[in-house]
């Protein structure tokens, strides 16, 4: 599975998922709203940078955005907005910077994208059963191509690798505990910054979504 991006057969990806057509159902808009899945980067991990969920919902309302929900302690936030993905982006970062005193890197897709996402990634069907291993890199700005055939050169691991427009698709068949494969190699080759969530994560944010529409 590790695609060449240049390949015109990643076009014809198709997911073996058998739920697609419920997620089809996650894309939530209400009259001008926007649903939006906000990822954050490089939080409550270790003992730095530490956020409590309720304490982002908190902060985020009084900032006002409506009905922040958010999933795991990861940094995984669903709300609704009439702004722009620049405007919420913003809205998070600043409100993060100023009630909990550090700086975090917002990345940012609407619902709609989100199910593109989930219906057409590149997965097998027994990659998303096993979901702890399958893994979605979302980029905060266009990945670097060039970067990433390099990624692909120096490989030498069992991990399988694709890349969409602004995400990478990494599986990792012994985990990725150990892997050479980290989110920092992706970020130098790939030259944006990214946050990646594993695919039992993002059947939750589903859900969420679904739930909140």
């Known amino acids: 599975m590790r695609k060449d991006p ?5 076009d014809n990806l198709q997911t073996l998922w058998p739920v697609r057509s419920d ?3 996650t894309v939530a808009t209400v009259d001008e709203m926007t649903a939006y899945i906000v990822f954050l980067r490089r939080i409550n991990v270790g003992g730095s940078r530490r956020i409590k969920m309720a304490d982002l919902r908190s902060a985020l309302s009084k900032a006002g955005i409506a009905d922040p929900r958010t999933l795991l302690q990861s940094g995984n936030l669903v709300f609704q907005s009439n702004g722009d993905e620049r405007s ?3 809205i998070v970062e600043t409100t993060i910077e100023t009630t909990f005193g550090f700086g975090t890197t917002a990345i940012v897709r609407t619902a709609a994208q989100m199910t593109q996402i989930l219906e057409d990634h590149p997965f097998s069907a027994s ?3 096993d ?3 399958a893994h979605v890199g979302f980029c905060r700005g266009a990945p670097s191509r060039q970067g990433f ?4 050169e120096l490989h030498e691991g069992p991990e399988e690798l694709v890349l969409g427009d602004r995400e990478v698709f990494v599986y990792y068949p012994e985990g990725s505990g150990r892997s050479k494969i980290t989110n920092a190699a992706l970020e130098r080759h790939l030259e944006t910054a990214v946050t990646s969530r594993n695919w039992n994560t993002l059947t939750k944010i589903a859900a969420l ?3 909140s529409s």
């Open 6 to 10: 240049t390949d015109p057969s990643f």
């Open 23 to 25: 997620l089809s159902q």
């Open 88 to 90: 919420v982006i913003d």
């Open 127 to 129: 990659q998303v059963a």
């Open 131 to 133: 979901s702890r291993f």
């Open 149 to 152: 055939s390099t990624l692909l």
């Open 209 to 211: 979504l679904g739930a």
